[in-house]
C-alpha cells in the first residue's frame, strides 16, 4: 500500500460515494488506475464494506449502553456462545473481546430505558454463564465516527 492507496481511503471514508473522476483528480493519477487500485482494495479486504452511517435518533433509538461484561466460567464452548449470541444480536452495535477486569464491552443501542431492560434480561440475566455486567448509558456523544487515522 503506497500513499496514493492512502490518499484514495482517506477520501472514501470521509464519503464512499465520491466519484472515480474526482478520486482520480484528488490522487493525481488515471480513472482506471483508480478503479484497479479500488478493486484491490476490495479483494484484499481493505476495504471491508461500503455503507451508509445512520443518525440513531430519527430511528427512535435513543439509548446507548455501554456495558461491560464479565463470564462466570473460561469454557471454551461457552465464551463461543457468548460471541455467537453477541455478533448475531442486531442490538448489539461493537462488540469487543477485551484484556482487563472484565470479558467483553458491548455498545448496545435501544428505543428507550425500557427496551434496555428488555434487552438486559433476554440477553445478560437469561445467560447463566454471565456473572455481572455494568452499564454506563450514553448521555450525549460528543463524537463517533468510522474514520481510520489514515
Do not use: W
Request: glycine content about 2%; aromatic content about 6%; proline content about 3%.
Amino acid at each position: 500500500m503506497d500513499e496514493i492507496d492512502r490518499k484514495l481511503l482517506d477520501l472514501c471514508q470521509k464519503n464512499a460515494k465520491t466519484s472515480v473522476q474526482t478520486l482520480a483528480e484528488a490522487a493525481a493519477i488515471s480513472t482506471a488506475s483508480v478503479q484497479r487500485r479500488m478493486r484491490t482494495l476490495r479483494q484484499t479486504g481493505v476495504i471491508k464494506r461500503d455503507v451508509a452511517i445512520l443518525d440513531p435518533k430519527p430511528l427512535g433509538l435513543d439509548i446507548t449502553a455501554i456495558v461491560s461484561v464479565e463470564l462466570e466460567r473460561d469454557r471454551l464452548d461457552q465464551i463461543d456462545a457468548f460471541k455467537r449470541k453477541a455478533r448475531e444480536d442486531p442490538q448489539v452495535t461493537h462488540f469487543y473481546c477485551i484484556a482487563g477486569e472484565a470479558d467483553f464491552i458491548l455498545v448496545i443501542m435501544a428505543k428507550d430505558i425500557a427496551g434496555y431492560e428488555k434487552f438486559t434480561h433476554r440477553f445478560f440475566f437469561a445467560d447463566r454463564n454471565v456473572r455481572k455486567f455494568r452499564t454506563s448509558i450514553v448521555v450525549s456523544t460528543e463524537k463517533a465516527t468510522s474514520e481510520l487515522p489514515i
